[in-house]
């Protein structure tokens, strides 16, 4: 195209080429000729499969003058058991590759097949069978039993989902969660092994090994009322109590109703700490759970775990019928109670068995509770009431609210819960990135109080035991105020405790320099750097 002097030329962008497959490679080299297609019985429908469907045929090969080289069908020899491949995915000579894209359901079609469509093709994937004819031209016939969108779910094709029923919601079972579920496992040709359809669904625990692993890795890929078929093939066939002999078994196919499972949740990963889920509550797990710092509303009842399962607390009748109500993240209940609250959806009850130390070894313990005593909570959650949103309030209204949520950090660190104060004094700081003042005398608040937290920070950091973190906390103050005396002594403080004493006595004597009112907080600061200089 001629362009025009100053005239402006629209250039489209380029499409990238897809890259083609391997197997996309393979057909573009099939050669015309050298495979032929004769439909011998019509299918049903104008559905025809495609990448990433699983196909299921039984397959008849035979030389030109009609003598059966292979088949899957008994009544030639072969297991009686349908091929079942899944386009894309699975080795696949090059003429089945090609033609069977091209069936219908129920059809049945004979392929005229040169040896470089199937075994005889250069670098053919597919290893043949001893004895086979791989330089001979062949017919191979394939009956198109069924095909249908698969959901692999293990990378050898060893798992293979087919979904009848979509289910409820997008939760799905995983360890160590309680299943309930109707199953029937068959044979690849049909025959019925196990069935538990009638009574009472089949229950197991998730990631114990009662259920093979193969319907296990299906039924974890399963929302609740789903139905499937999870074709297993004897790789993924281990014993189990609902399959205990499995030994000569190819392949299972598992016809599997998800009934119902109980979230079931191991909150440490050592099984001291469980919390599980006794009644379904309202919303979606985990966008409707209190998972940020929240006002709670729960009824509870506290039981020793003794055999007698005695109550020590129970706010339905010890706290005249009342709810507890308490902000989440201020140390106010139990660590191990509150960690189960914040998975909890509103009018979930739960039932929690927790180690001593998460309830209340390191809690205010109830008269009535022992020491060292294991507990179990039932807990319901009634409601929650998120934090406020700072968004549109005015610059006076939020210095007060974060003054408030700084006592409760203060609160907190006063009672040695460090981590739970840290959490607040960051909370407000986070917020702090979307505060702009307005004029000088707001500006100068925002900047004081800034400081002020973030020297809190590096407090809880100290007694943490992170003194580098503190020192970089630190220095976030003082790299807008230099001068800033509490951020020097905080500073000097982590210096002396990892041993930078050169660093700590530079901050000490600054802060001498600084403010002479100071002075008797850095003089007995620099003692305590001598003392520990002569014993290092």
């Not at 509550?281 to 509303?297: N, T």
């Amino acid at each position: 195209m001629d362009v025009g002097e100053g005239a402006v030329q629209e250039i489209e962008p380029q499409k990238k080429e897809k890259e083609p497959t391997e197997d996309e490679k393979r057909r573009q080299k099939i050669a015309p000729g050298t495979l032929m297609k004769a439909v011998v019985r019509p299918g049903g429908g104008d559905a025809t499969p495609s990448d990433n469907y699983q196909v299921v045929y039984h397959y008849t090969v035979r030389t030109l003058d009609g003598v059966v080289v292979e088949s899957s069908r008994s009544e030639y020899g072969g297991k009686g058991i349908p091929i079942r491949h899944v386009l894309g995915k699975s080795k696949m000579i090059v003429g089945l590759l090609e033609g069977i894209p091209t069936m219908l359901k129920g059809e049945i079609a004979m392929f005229k097949m040169k040896p470089q469509v199937h075994y005889g093709e250069d670098d053919c994937p597919v290893v043949a069978p001893s004895s086979f004819p791989k330089d001979d031209e062949l017919h191979f016939e394939i009956e198109m039993i069924d095909f249908f969108k698969a959901k692999v779910i293990s990378d050898d094709l060893g798992v293979v989902k087919k979904v009848i029923t979509e289910g409820q919601g997008w939760e799905c079972p995983r360890e160590p969660y309680e299943v309930k579920a109707w199953i029937c496992a068959k044979t690849g040709d049909g025959k019925v092994i196990v069935t538990r359809t009638q009574g009472e669904p089949f229950f197991f625990n998730f990631g114990k090994s009662e259920v093979p692993k193969g319907l296990e890795m299906g039924i974890g890929t399963m929302t609740r009322e789903e139905k499937a078929v999870i074709y297993v093939t004897s790789q993924y066939l281990t014993t189990s109590p609902f399959l205990p002999a499995v030994e000569g078994l190819e392949e299972v196919h598992f016809e599997v109703e998800l009934v119902h499972f109980i979230q079931v949740r191991d909150m440490l990963g050592d099984g001291r700490l469980i919390k599980r889920r006794i009644r379904d509550g309202k919303g979606e797990f985990p966008m409707d759970c209190p998972l940020q710092d929240s006002l709670l509303r729960v009824h509870y009842k506290g039981m020793l775990q003794n055999e007698e399962k005695t109550i020590f607390f129970d706010t339905r009748v010890d706290n005249h019928g009342q709810p507890l109500e308490f902000c989440s993240g201020e140390g106010l209940v139990p660590e191990g109670f509150e960690m189960c609250v914040r998975l909890m959806v509103p009018e979930e009850i739960a039932l929690v068995t927790c180690p001593p130390d998460y309830a209340y070894d390191k809690f205010p313990r109830p008269a009535n509770v022992p020491e060292g005593a294991h507990i179990q909570w039932e807990i319901e959650l009634l409601g929650f009431e998120m934090p406020k949103d700072w968004t549109g309030l005015n610059f006076q209204t939020i210095m007060e609210e974060a003054e408030k949520i700084r006592n409760t950090g203060n609160r907190l660190f006063k009672e040695r819960k460090f981590e739970l104060a840290k959490a607040k004094y960051d909370k407000v700081l986070r917020e702090f990135n979307h505060v702009n003042p307005q004029d000088d005398e707001e500006g100068k608040i925002f900047s004081n109080t800034r400081n002020l937290l973030h020297l809190n920070v590096a407090a809880c950091y100290l007694k943490m035991g992170e003194c580098r973190k503190s020192i970089e906390t630190c220095n976030k103050v003082l790299e807008a105020n230099p001068g800033h005396v509490k951020a020097l002594y905080r500073r000097g403080m982590a210096y002396m405790t990892v041993g930078d004493f050169e660093e700590a006595k530079s901050d000490f004597n600054t802060m001498i320099k600084l403010d002479k009112s100071t002075e008797p907080d850095a003089t007995a600061a620099l003692l305590k750097v001598k003392q520990k200089e002569q014993v290092s």
